[in-house]
């Protein structure tokens, strides 16, 4: 009965980014690309973490060693957009009572509506990782400020939960511009990230996991029948073994960070074949 | 009503006696209090809710449409970024607006207020929806092909805007709800919420099945 | 009939009825929901056209293309430019992003300001119109003029330059002073040994594009040296082709985290180091020998120097380093087919050693790799302002030849203010532009009480920062995103490109450009002074200096000088026509160590050192609110700044992660918390540049500390100008 719409004839799209932590150098101009882009409030004292709104968050991983065999990496962290282990079992989506946050099968892309959200908190408590911030007051931006507020994205308000959308606005902008173009697809290239596209070490790579003409497609190789799981030696996803089958894949040559992806035991390796398997 | 029964256990005469009447008096109060509360309902309710604001001046869509030749995509056009424009700007209108057009009293108006002094207008937009909705005209007209009225109504017969209602406690304008306070609506163009929407999309089987939440459409598809 | 209980109760029950069959109660929901859903107090941002506009960023010396998003005529967000000449790889950098927030920002001076005293006495700001404001100046510099007094009159602004700091040179020199100043950097160091070795007077140009070996004297390649995406971009490319990078710094920067080899040498012993590794090439014969005996001077002085003082093993006890890996390394290098010594320590934002300088110049001079692909360039200077020279008349000839009152041979800021603070008859009104060096100049501290000294001080700043809050007047610049201005690209750039920055959105405060500010100063002055202003406006004097190029310019976003044709000859423009690698300011220079830091060893145990991070803009520009939310919490937390020392020093002090401690230099005392580090040397204590603001407001003011007003400015014995790395410190239990 009911149709699904052109674009679903083709297979499904499954947006998703491969980050290369041996190339991001830790500047974080991905989280001031994401503020800037997404009407995210700042305050005058941000220095409590925990409370300060950061859709992207910069982790630094060290690897505990004294000095001078210290190492560090960086490891960028948008919102990992879980399928879980049957498409659309994210950890958020199936704890909200409010419908305030969806997973869409046409996009992989978890949303989250702020008007519709009543500030539970469910979702924060389920989110393994840390991906979702709370509004514990209301925004408020200094006089002339709200001047460079983007009119594509709805500032939030007091008591509700945000978190990355994937800049979901502009896959929106891109697919109207599409639409005027004869319906065509939309393109690789039109729809980036504000984080992807101001990297300056071309750490960020995003696109549809499932077109292979996409550059994430060919660093991530994931694989469909099991739960995406990357085919590249060098990829990695954050607590992979809870089953959560994110859309953010990381990459590093060293092992240490490949390791920090995960608690894992001595004798297990990162990202093990039958780790995913476990139902979350 | 155990406490009435008890009480005419107790034989008092005096209200049984009565009893017809003044059932038929009590019936009285029940309808007065029903009549009245109809009445604040119905009547008093929606003109307190709504705030009547007027355009900063008057405009017959039906004479500016006899004079383009695109329709009403002449001033509410796409741009080439496929987003929709919306309101014409000052800027379009002056194209023949540069001198008055005519001694009508709001031509006047537009002109010394706006042209003049290079204002924009700020035209009260009927159908504006709130700021959390991502409304995509591309992917109805030119996806979906539909017509202006379908939405908007035959604005295009219109000569004269009306006045702008704007609900005080929302601040949406009066059309999303529907001017019919009950929500009930003949016409497509009627009402504007969301349920609308979906019902539109369901009557015309375009009900994508992408939520996992609902089996209806994400949330991202029309929200931002 | 009476009103019973009854009658009240149907009535009631009928108003319920009534009530729910009405829709008032549902209607009334809905709204109420909605209402708590979209707070009217929630701000919507007005939807409107997007257009984009292309310029380039000036926030810092890498002047990136951007292009800015616009709604109507808002500006809503600066990106990257996708592949041109301004910023060949894409991308933005977080300053450049936050670029908005500095347009935007309350803390923007509003219109000319005069400082008054209020009723009590106490000064406050008076808001005065242009014509007022540069009367005022005019009048000014006219009486001091009359009185024969045009040299105590000094100008400093951030950088020379351009068209708009052209103006102001010319205008000092018109009027009649000698005192023209730009606020030091690690340019000045380079290009004096450019000018020595090579003869030419330019800046130096790194082609890290195509190097593949870097060796990095503490360069924060990836913390914002010369033009942070540039570098970011080639250091990401030469680990992609499988190069080097070798990081040089005792703490691990990001930079030092990405290198291949991380050399915690002991600060101030880099040139040491580099001396060192030109040992193992002298003496293992590695170096590149066509170059040295074709090409170069003075090279068996240079070895001799280095093969008595500069054995691996003697500047393994002075570096902290081993023979063995200075010996790997060097011996690397020199196999590498272009390795590429680079010189500058973080940012780049003080002049540094000019004998660490000359040192890791002699090591690019020994592998040969000077002039050629992934080498180091020598740049020319810029050419293309070709005024015509002002007309001097008796006084201003007069002044302008008159004693400078730093005394050094190139100029100095730091001996200036001295000067200034030692006798402040000296001088009478000083013009600050784009600077603000009663923050972000080592010293800081008697910075700002020369400058209180001053009679007359006019900024020409756009924000309400330290050293503007001093000023008696202030006429305030465009930002960068409301003008139009020329800018040419150093910043160890291998081609001659002059960038344009236009105007974004129209001007959002009473602000005027400067360069028409300058202009209106000249003409007010009269005579030869309005002489050699003879443009109407800016733009004009801008469009006609560029001339021919203008409209290529205007449509590319920049002027690409056409590289000069690649000759076999390295083409040096010494007498010799050779690099010299060694002559008798040479050897004096690389004699010229620079003195310890300040602070006696016994009172003031550990080191302290200030390090650049990208995350916090620590010149002119302060750090927006965006780059202060992303610092971690290791670096600010509340207001307190932190100090990273490694844990074994800390365990000796009896402190933990997160413990208050009281940090004391010469200069002065503060609070701070600690922050473990195994990534820093033993003994040594960091504090990143950047916090400790006075001015501005919430988001920025009382935020950590300056590192500037605990350490003072060293001079170097050699170029005069400061080459502090650090500065002795005590830090204990709070």
Known sequence: MKQTQIHNEQPPRRYGMAIDVDKCTGCGSCMVACFSENNVPFKQDETDKLLSITWMRVYQLTNGKTFPHTEVAYLPRPCQHCAGQHEGHSPCVSVCPATATDYSADTGIVSQIYTRCFGCRYCMGACPYHARYFNWWDPVWPDGMEKYLSPNVSPRMRGVVEKCSFCFHRYQMARDKAYTEGGRKVQEAEYQTACAQACPAGAIVFGDLNDPSHAVNQIVKPDAHNHYKSGNPRAFRLLERLGTNTKVYYLSSREWVRRSGDNYRADEQPGMPGAAAQHG | MSSHDKYQSHGDSHSSAKAPDEGAYIFLFFLIGFALSMVVGWGVFPTLLYSKKHQPFDFNHKQHLQIVDNGCQSCHFFRTDGSFSGSPRLAQCVGCHNEMQGQSESEKAFFEQYVVQGREVPWLVYSRQPDCVFFSHAAHIHGAKLDCVTCHGHMAASENLKSYEQNRITGYSRDLWGRNISGLKHNSWDRMKMDDCAECHARYQVVHDSSVQTGRDACFVCHK | MKLSRRCFLSFS??????????????????????????????????????????????????????????????????????????????????????????????????????????????????????????????????????????????????????????????????????????????????????????????????????????????????????????????????????????????????????????????????????????????????????????????????????????????????????????????????????????????????????????????????????????????????????????????????????????????????????????????????????????????????????????????????????????????????????????????????????????????????????????????????????????????????????????????????????????????????????????????????????????????????????????????????????????????????????????????????????????????????KVRVHLNHGIMPGLLAMARGLGHTAYDGYLSGKGVNTNELIGPVEDPASGLDAAWGIQAILAKA
């Open chain 3, 13 to 670: 029950i009928g108003g319920a009825v009534g009530t729910a069959l009405s829709p008032l109660p549902w209607k009334l929901t809905d709204d109420l929901s909605i209402w708590s859903q979209n707070w009217p107090w929630t701000p919507v941002p007005p939807d409107g056209e997007s257009t984009y506009v292309d310029s380039t960023c000036m926030l810092c010396p890498g002047h990136c293309g951007i292009r800015v998003r616009k709604i109507d005529q808002r500006a809503v967000k600066i990106e990257g430019q996708e592949n041109t000449v301004l910023n060949p790889g894409g991308g933005v950098c977080l300053l450049g992003l936050s670029g908005l927030q500095l347009l935007y920002s309350p803390t923007r001076v509003k219109g000319p300001l005069r400082k008054i005293k209020d009723d009590k006495g106490l000064p406050k700001w008076e808001s005065i119109s242009w014509s007022l404001a540069i009367e005022e100046v005019a009048k000014q510099l006219m009486d001091l003029r009359a009185q024969g007094r045009s040299h105590t009159v000094a100008s400093l602004v951030g950088q020379e330059d351009g068209t708009v700091p052209q103006l102001l040179k010319r205008l000092i020199k018109a009027y009649g002073s000698p005192h023209f100043y730009h606020m030091p950097s690690v340019e000045d160091t380079q290009g004096a040994v450019l000018s020595l070795s090579q003869g030419i007077d330019g800046f130096v140009g790194l082609d890290v594009e195509n190097a593949d070996y870097i060796l990095s004297f503490g360069s924060a390649l990836l913390d914002g040296f010369g033009s942070p995406l540039r570098m970011m971009r080639a250091i990401n490319r030469l680990k992609e082709q499988k190069g080097t990078l070798v990081q040089i710094e005792p703490r691990l920067s990001n930079t030092a985290a990405k290198a291949d080899l991380w050399l915690a040498a002991k600060p101030g012993t880099e040139a040491d180091l580099a001396l060192g590794m030109a040992h193992v090439l002298i003496n293992q014969r590695r170096f590149n020998e066509d170059f040295i005996y074709n090409h170069t001077e003075g090279f068996e002085l240079f070895a001799v120097m280095v093969r008595n003082s500069y054995t691996p093993e003697a500047v393994a006890v002075t570096t902290g380093i081993d023979a063995a890996t200075i010996t790997q390394t060097a011996l690397a290098f020199a196999a590498a087919k272009r390795p590429l010594a680079i010189f500058g320590h973080g940012k780049g934002q003080a002049p540094g050693s000019m004998r660490e300088a000359a040192a890791v110049n002699a090591l690019n001079a020994l592998v040969g790799n000077i002039n050629r692909p992934g080498g180091l360039h020598a740049m020319p200077a810029y050419d293309y302002i070709d005024w015509p020279a002002p007309f001097l008349d008796g006084i201003a000839y007069a002044g302008f030849n008159a004693k400078r009152v730093d005394g050094s041979g190139t100029p100095s800021v730091h001996r200036f203010f001295e000067a200034v603070d030692a006798a402040p008859e000296k001088l009478q009104l000083l013009m600050i532009a784009e600077a603000n060096p009663s923050y972000s100049l080592t010293g800081c501290g008697k910075i700002k009480q020369a400058i209180k000294k001053i009679p007359f001080v006019v900024s020409f700043s756009s924000f309400m920062d330290e050293t503007a809050m001093q000023a008696d007047l202030i006429l305030p610049n465009h930002l960068y995103l409301e003008r139009w201005e020329d800018i040419p690209m150093r910043a160890g750039a291998v081609r001659q490109t002059v960038g344009l920055c236009r105007p974004v959105v129209a001007p959002q405060q009473n602000t005027q450009h400067l360069g028409d500010t300058v202009i209106q100063i000249a003409k007010a002055l009269k005579g030869t002074v309005a002489q050699s202003f003879p443009w109407d406006n800016y733009y004009a004097c801008l469009k006609q200096t560029m001339g021919n190029q203008w409209q290529d310019m205007n449509a590319k976003g920049a002027w690409e000088k056409e590289p000069a044709v690649v000759s076999p000859e390295p083409g040096f423009k010494t007498e010799s026509g050779k690099l010299v690698m060694m002559n008798e300011p040479l050897k004096k220079i690389l004699g010229a160590i620079v003195p310890a830091p300040e602070g006696d060893e016994k009172k003031f145990p550990l080191q302290l050192v200030a390090y650049d991070s990208i995350r916090l803009s620590s010149g002119y520009i302060g750090n927006p609110p965006f780059m202060n939310k992303v610092l971690p919490d290791t670096v600010l937390k509340g207001n307190e700044g932190f100090v990273e020392l490694n844990p074994e020093t800390a365990g000796k002090l009896g402190l933990a992660e997160g413990q208050s401690a009281i940090l004391t230099t010469p200069h002065g005392q503060v």
